[in-house]
């Protein structure tokens, strides 16, 4: 009896081991990639990606606007606001051409506790038609995709004695085009190496209104 209570106990203590172990990891990925959700769409996690980010020699991309999907026949410029949460970062332009690719950039400048904060970011990359957009109320298949990437330089500053922390990282913008022109999506910093890091930080954007143009030439 004493012996098959001891194994008992040895049998507890391993399980335990591996629950830690695997908590251990999951808050290791997550503070690798940001929150892990099961069901989260790709698009809020662009780093897993890239494969859509093309070539130049993938260009022109092909629009066929079939089942009703948003074509760019002409240059259109989406103008922005960002959010993150209910607080106001910055504003962001991006350009998508006839040809599929699109370019952007961003700027933002705000205060939080002692410490001030500024933002620069370019970024580029591409529509693509072949991705439908879908969550849980089914799919929209009118909504054109695009993804980009590129970098952020952010400057936070400490009002108190001024010493200043610069970072560069990676970049990440997504968004949906509806047929209006229309746009909303994602944009995500990728988080920095040093120790101060608390994962990627994420923002919401949509366009302004009757600030969304699409010009003819």
């Known amino acids: 009896m004493k012996r098959d209570k ?14 830690i172990i695997a908590m251990l990891y999951m808050a290791n990925m997550s503070s690798m990639f ?12 662009p780093w897993f990606e890239e494969k859509r980010l093309l070539g130049k020699e993938a260009f022109p991309i092909k629009q066929t606007g079939k089942r009703g999907k948003a074509v760019i026949n002409n240059e259109t410029i ?19 051409e006839p040809n599929g690719t699109a370019t952007g950039h961003w700027q933002c400048a705000y205060e939080y506790t002692d410490s001030s904060y500024t933002i620069s970011a370019e ?10 957009y879908q969550n849980e109320t089914g799919k929209n298949y009118q909504l054109l995709y695009f993804i980009t990437k590129g970098t952020y330089q ?22 949906w085009i509806d047929k209006d022109y229309s746009a909303n999506g994602k944009l995500f910093l990728m988080a920095d190496n040093d120790e101060e890091s608390h994962g ?4 919401d954007w949509q366009t302004k209104q009757n600030l969304t143009s699409n010009i003819e030439h």
């Not at 970024?123 to 439908?132: A, E, L, R």
């Open 6 to 19: 001891n194994r008992g106990f040895v049998l507890i203590a391993l399980l335990a081991a591996m629950l």
């Open 34 to 45: 940001g929150p892990m959700h099961k069901n989260r769409p790709d698009e809020e996690r």
């Open 78 to 96: 989406l103008k922005g606001s960002i959010q993150k949460e209910d607080e106001n970062r910055g504003d962001i332009e991006i350009v998508i």
């Open 123 to 132: 970024f580029s990359g591409n529509i693509d038609p072949m991705k439908t």
């Open 154 to 175: 952010q400057i936070k500053t400490d009002k108190n004695t001024g010493k200043q922390w610069p970072i560069k990282q990676t970049i990440y913008v997504v968004g």
């Open 200 to 203: 990627n930080a994420e923002y």
